[in-house]
């Protein structure tokens, strides 16, 4: 399967998923139920009372309140209680694949958590439109909007959703969750008193609303009836839909929104003629056109210096700080840093330039130049607006609403404006308030929602990646930058034909100027971390061992996921920079970076690592502990063909190791077939530019080894690199992570390695 982009195969045993079913005593084991889906496991190192005990407490709230309350389910509901989520989806799977009552599923709801509250967002829903219209027909506290289905394909993130709405059972269903805490997410601070008051009580609300209504719905209908339906073709496409500040749900399907979306189009072609009506003409409507076109432009360099600026700001103040990411735990600076350098931009322009070059004849028209520069301006501004609207609607994306709801609201100000203007006269601090009043819903939503991305983008930073030097250091601090531009100018761009000319002076954007340099000196003494806001830190105690009982090398790997590198990370960490020998001389250019196949037991998440560091450990306490060390021994070699084709039996047994999370296998060479994943071989995957690789992943607790066969299309080598992830560590291990601060989030494991030529 493909995860987070990278193809691997899993193999898994003896995981526990806990099924429960309610239902009505009339009920049959075939009829059509409804699927609601959490999990009870959590990553390495995290307690997951966000991520996703939170999942786990409001189904088996939701349990209690279906068999207290009088509602009868007139159809079966199922709660999959999912025991292996973090292992890459494989309960869900394990459930679709073998259970009786997977093919009597008819709509699920998948509950999830990025985080420890917050927003309890519909991130994905379908196929078809069936399930949104569902709940915006029934949630109570609506989060949902086209745009973060958009959105998913591009943000790096799996779900069980997957499993069942897309690659195995084409099940309709959403996938809500939490997204805000993000900082704790898969971090030992993932615990039960971070959890965000209120979250829960929302999501438990909606969500037996939901379930109600999914299983009174004539649409709910098992595999069979399903597969009919999709034949017929009546399953239609995805809708429009957003939630307004979470109070109500507007919902229209894709057929609509093509017409609707498409009408200011109209009205921009209008516009023309009746600006200059009666004295049309076909000249005068293409120089007014033009005229328009130069406007948009105008608006689009706008925005431009309204996302260039902040990012220039963020990039000059890394040059002269010892640290990025300095909002991280402070998120009010990146608002202060950056908003007011971002509204210099917007203005900007138009204080360089009063008003456009006319194509239309300002002495023809009996107007002055500044008034028919001021509409083309306005014009043109809305003519952006709706071609992002046409761009979104040409590419079948869910998301045009946002642009549409603002040239709606821009349609509407404008005519208020033009009459308030005609009492008051232009200049006017009322017919101001003409334009801005009828702006405020709109407004409203725009800061709502962008809001929501920065803080959502603030908290993800944490765990983006360090990128490779020397860009790595300023990728997140100019993200964030470039995020807060473009917010900035959606809630103040439809402002700008109006309202630029009372903003656009210079004392004003002298005064913002100051501002952000003041922030910008200021955010500098601010430390990026917190016990609130915790950087993460990957440790892996390396095992390279051979045979049943002998270590090759011991050593300790370090890697980081932000942009604060390794070297931040010891300088403040002083007790264990001593324990590993790190002095102020030490360089941490110069020492050995581990490659990314030290980080294997992992895949595919070691893509994040870039910052990485091997240093010597001891192995005398390992082998104290461990009587037996995982390793891999051949039964036999069956020729298959005088070319060299042969089978190659194998057993791995994993030792005496306790806590294993996972086994990777790693082979490389002229692999043709294995025994794993019903006998097909996954994409291969390339490491470090090194030769095509094809990686097995192995898991659930066991006591009997694993037995397996590889086949090779020729006489050449194969060569298996075997990865044992265990979550023991030794107390040496323990004491060095005990010395780090508590700022920092060490997730520690333990790592074998061993290889083999077959
Ligand atoms: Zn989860």
Redesign the pocket.
């Known amino acids: 399967m493909l995860f987070l982009r990278h193809s691997i195969s899993l193999g898994y045993r003896n995981h526990k998923n806990v099924i429960m079913r309610i239902s009505s005593k009339f009920a049959n084991d075939y009829d059509s139920s409804v699927l609601i889906n959490g ?1 009870f496991d959590s990553p390495l190192g995290s307690p997951g009372a966000g ?2 005990g939170s ?1 786990v407490a409001s189904m088996l709230e939701l349990a209690r309140l279906i068999v207290d309350s009088s509602w009868v389910p007139p159809r079966p509901i199922i709660f999959l209680f999912n025991g292996a ?2 292992l890459f989806l494989l309960g869900s799977h394990g459930f679709v694949k073998t259970h009786k009552w997977s093919n009597t599923v008819g709509a699920f709801v998948n509950i ?3 985080g420890t509250g917050g927003f309890d967002l519909v991130c994905q829903s379908g196929p078809g439109s069936w399930p949104s219209y569902i709940y915006a027909q029934s949630a109570k506290y609506p989060m949902a909007n086209s745009v973060a289905q958009d959105m998913f394909g591009i943000i790096p993130g799996d ?1 069980d959703y997957r499993i069942f709405a897309e690659d195995y059972g084409n099940i309709p269903g959403l996938d809500i969750i939490f997204v805000l805490g993000g900082y704790f997410y898969h971090t030992s601070y993932d615990t039960v008193e971070r959890l965000l008051p209120g979250s829960i009580q929302a999501r438990g609300e909606n969500l037996f609303r939901l379930t109600q209504a999914f299983a009174n719905s004539s649409m709910l209908l098992n595999a069979d009836e399903r597969s009919l339906k999709v034949e017929q073709g009546t399953m239609e496409d995805r809708a429009v839909f957003f939630d307004y500040l979470s109070w109500f749900m507007i919902y229209y399907s894709r057929k609509l929104s093509a017409g609707l979306h498409s009408l200011p189009v109209v009205v921009l072609l209008l516009v023309p003629l009746f600006l200059h009506s009666p004295n049309n003409s076909v000249n005068i409507w293409f120089a007014t056109l033009f005229d328009f076109i130069k406007g948009m432009l105008f608006h689009i360099v706008s925005l431009v210096f309204a996302i260039a600026l902040p990012v220039v700001s963020a990039v000059l103040r890394l040059y002269f700080s010892t640290h990025a990411m300095n909002w991280f735990a402070h998120p009010f600076l990146a608002f202060l840093m950056f908003v007011p350098c971002s509204i210099v931009g917007l203005l900007l322009p138009r204080t360089v330039w009063a008003f456009l070059p006319l194509s239309q004849d300002a002495s023809h028209l009996k107007l002055s130049k500044e008034v028919i520069s001021d509409k083309a301006y306005f014009w043109g501004t809305f003519g952006f607006y709706i071609s992002i609207t046409m761009v979104y609607l040409l590419a079948h994306l869910g998301g045009g609403f946002l642009t549409y709801s603002i040239s709606l609201s821009m349609l509407l100000s404008w005519f208020s404006y033009r009459l308030s203007s005609q009492h008051y006269g232009h200049q006017s601090i009322k017919s101001l308030a003409g334009y801005l009043i009828p702006m405020i819903p709109c407004l409203l939503y725009v800061v709502y929602y962008g809001g929501f991305l920065v803080q959502f983008l603030i908290e993800k930073m944490g765990m983006m990646g360090s990128l490779p030097e020397p860009f790595g250091y300023f990728v997140q601090d100019a993200v964030v930058a470039a995020i807060i531009g473009l917010v900035t100018g959606w809630c103040i761009g439809p402002l700008l034909p109006v309202v630029g000319h009372w903003l656009g002076r210079s004392s004003i954007l002298q005064c913002l100027m100051q501002v952000t340099i003041i922030a910008l000196a200021l955010s500098s003494q601010f430390f990026p971390y917190s016990m609130d806001a915790p950087k993460r830190v990957v440790l892996q105690h390396t095992f390279i061992t051979a045979g049943t009982n002998k270590v090759v090398e011991s050593r300790y790997d370090f890697a980081v996921v932000d942009a604060n590198s390794l070297a931040f990370l010891f300088k403040h960490s002083p007790e264990a920079a001593e324990m590993l020998h790190i002095s102020s001389e030490f360089s941490f250019e110069e020492n050995s970076h581990s490659d990314s196949s030290s980080w294997v037991a992992l895949f595919p998440v070691p893509f994040l690592f870039s910052r990485t560091l091997k240093l010597p450990a001891d192995s005398d306490s390992m082998l104290n502990h461990y009587s037996m060390l995982p390793h891999v021994s051949i039964h036999d070699s069956v020729l298959i063909s005088k070319a060299g084709h042969r089978r190659v039996h194998l057993e791995l047994h994993l030792g005496s190791v306790g806590e294993i999370w996972a086994t990777v296998l790693n082979i490389t060479g002229p692999l043709s077939n294995w025994s794993f994943a019903d006998h097909k071989l996954p994409a291969p995957e390339r490491m470090n530019g090194g030769p095509p690789s094809y990686i097995c992943r192995l898991s659930g607790s066991t006591k009997e080894s694993w037995t397996f066969w590889l086949e090779a299309s020729s006489s050449e080598a194969l060569r298996m690199d075997v990865a044992v992830l265990d979550q023991y560590l030794v107390d040496e291990t323990k004491r060095l992570k005990r010395l780090f601060p508590s700022w920092a989030d060490i997730t520690a494991f333990s790592t074998f390695f061993s290889s083999y030529d077959l």
Do not use: F, I, L, Q
Request: include cysteine; glycine fraction near 0%.
């Open positions: 999990h991520d996703c999942c989520e973090e999830e958590a990025s779900t």
